[in-house]
């Protein structure tokens, strides 16, 4: 008999998955459940929502749970430390390790917790497009710009290329925070600037990009190229072997991929770039990965 199937939680700002994964094979064992989350919500909204979905999962006693959810996060005690990112505020300070073992439906082994730039980087590592390779990028585009770093199977988050604790949004461009230029709210405000459109979202401006647009081009070309020259000097020094990209921009990689490329220097070329071939489970299989590691 092969592993127990995992059960796992994906927590984001406006909604959490569950499910359950087999470890073995990366796939899910029967249905994701997603659930709306108010990321303004109080604790106990917050926590009452993280325990429906969770119930939503046939779990068997003594389950070993994966947990991904964003930083900032103590993820080896458990505890939110979120403060200053707009969401989850509520939650500053409490265990949730604790809250959540105590209303979890059936009796927990341990729940471990990963930041879910890295379980989309794992979960793609481990049974997606970055099969096969030793040292990959995650980079995920979507509210802001996500990244977690893979070695061999290990989620890295320091060492050469690698920005302060992994995340490419502690970079800087032209002396500000890079999601001041590469994020959904940078980008809408800075086409708001340039077409005085203040209630148009990424999805419209790529689409009118690719219709030949001149100032939504212009706003998503600086934006990549931006990106591309935050990103490039870590790629080449950490030495990647992959870069996998998923996020809610994805979906317009073909037209925003050579603007990015267009911002590396002296036309430096980074390594393969695959998109996500788990796009919207990835993390939940990266969270499974992760649990299962731990308990091994």
């Not at 779990?59 to 994966?66: N, Q």
């Not at 500053?92 to 604790?98: E, K, M, T, W, Y």
């Not at 032209?174 to 809408?188: D, F, H, K």
Request: glycine share 14%; net charge neutral.
């Amino acid at each position: 008999m092969g592993p127990p199937s995992i059960p796992v939680l994906d927590v984001g700002g406006t909604h959490v998955s569950s499910g359950l994964v087999d470890p073995q094979t990366g796939t899910l064992v029967g249905p994701v459940h997603r659930r709306h989350l108010d990321g303004a919500g109080s604790a106990a909204e917050i926590l009452d929502v993280l325990v429906a979905a969770a119930g939503a999962v046939s779990v068997s006693p003594g389950a070993t749970w994966g947990v991904a959810i964003p930083d900032p996060f103590d993820y080896a005690q458990g505890i939110a430390l979120f403060h200053g990112v707009g969401k989850f505020e509520s939650l500053r300070g409490l265990d949730l390790r604790a809250m959540l073992s105590a209303r979890l439906p059936a009796r927990t082994r341990q729940i471990v917790f990963l930041n879910d730039a890295d379980a989309f980087a794992l979960g793609e590592w481990a049974y997606g497009a970055a099969s096969g390779y030793r040292r990959c990028l995650g980079l995920t585009l979507g509210t802001g710009v996500g990244t977690g770093w893979i070695v061999d199977g290990r989620i890295v988050s320091s060492g050469p290329g690698i920005p302060p604790g992994g995340r490419a949004y502690r970079l800087e461009v032209g002396g500000a925070p890079l999601e001041e230029t590469v994020s959904r709210r940078a980008i809408r405000r800075a086409y708001w600037a340039a077409a005085g459109d203040a209630g148009a979202d990424v999805r419209e401006i790529a689409g009118w990009a690719r219709d030949g647009a001149p100032a939504a081009r212009r706003v998503l070309r600086r934006s990549m190229r931006a990106l591309g020259g935050a990103l490039g000097p870590c790629l080449r020094d950490f030495a990647a072997d992959v870069v996998v990209v998923g996020g809610s921009m994805a979906a317009s990689w073909d037209l925003l991929e050579p603007w990015w490329l267009s911002g590396f220097a002296d036309g430096a070329q980074p390594p393969p770039i695959r998109l996500a071939a788990n796009p919207h489970h990835a993390p939940l299989l990266g969270a499974a990965r992760f649990a299962r590691d731990s308990v091994d």
